[in-house]
C-alpha cells in the first residue's frame, strides 16, 4: 500500500513541479528553452501517468491514506527548497547546490557523510559537465567569482 501512495504523491509532485519548469521555460529565448521543454515535457506526462496509475490502485484497494504521510518533512523540505532559489541568485548554482544537498540530507535524518558528500560532489560534477562543459550554458554567477573579481 505504501508504495502506491507514494506513487500518486511522487507522481503528482513531479507533475506540478515540471509544469512550473515549463511555464518559467517558456520565457526562456528561443534557443535556450529548446532544452527544457525537451526535458520537462515527457516528465509532466509521466508524473501524471505515475500518479493516476497508483490513484487508481488505491480505488480498487479501497485504501485512502492522507496525501503526506509526512507534512513536517514535506514542509521541510519545501522551505530548503525555497532557500535554495533564493540561494541561487546570491551564492551561484554551484555554491547552492554544495551547500543545500548536506543540509536537506541531514535534515531529514540521513547521517552517513560519506554517501552524502559523494552525492553532492557527484550532482555538482554532473550539472558542471553537462551544463558548462557540454551544452556551454552559463549558470548563476558563483559569489566566489563575483567577490574575487575575475
Known amino acids: 500500500m505504501k508504495s502506491i501512495h507514494n506513487d500518486v504523491v511522487l507522481g503528482t509532485s513531479v507533475a506540478i513541479l515540471a509544469a512550473l519548469g515549463i511555464h518559467r521555460a517558456l520565457g526562456f529565448g528561443a534557443d535556450a528553452r529548446v532544452f527544457p521543454l525537451l526535458i520537462l515535457g515527457p516528465t509532466v506526462v509521466l508524473g501524471l501517468v505515475i500518479a493516476v496509475r497508483g490513484h487508481l490502485k488505491q480505488r480498487r484497494?479501497?485504501?485512502?491514506?492522507?496525501?503526506?504521510?509526512?507534512?513536517?518533512r514535506f514542509a521541510l523540505v519545501?522551505?530548503?527548497?525555497?532557500?535554495?532559489?533564493?540561494?541561487?541568485?546570491?551564492?551561484?548554482?554551484?555554491?547552492?547546490?554544495?551547500?543545500?544537498?548536506?543540509?536537506?540530507?541531514?535534515?531529514?535524518?540521513?547521517?552517513?557523510?560519506?554517501?552524502?558528500?559523494a552525492t553532492t560532489a557527484g550532482f555538482i560534477a554532473m550539472v558542471y559537465i553537462v551544463?558548462?562543459?557540454?551544452?556551454?550554458?552559463?549558470?548563476?554567477?558563483?559569489?566566489?567569482?563575483?567577490?574575487?573579481?575575475?
Not at 61 to 72: E, I, L, M
Not at 89 to 112: D, E, H, M, N
Open 131 to 150: 551544463f558548462i562543459q557540454i551544452l556551454s550554458r552559463p549558470l548563476p554567477a558563483e559569489i566566489w567569482t563575483r567577490l574575487g573579481g575575475s
Open 61 to 72: 484497494t479501497g485504501d485512502s491514506p492522507d496525501f503526506f504521510a509526512s507534512p513536517g
Open 78 to 117: 519545501a522551505i530548503g527548497m525555497a532557500l535554495a532559489l533564493v540561494g541561487l541568485r546570491y551564492l551561484g548554482f554551484l555554491t547552492t547546490s554544495a551547500v543545500t544537498i548536506p543540509v536537506l540530507a541531514a535534515a531529514l535524518g540521513y547521517r552517513r557523510p560519506l554517501p552524502i558528500l
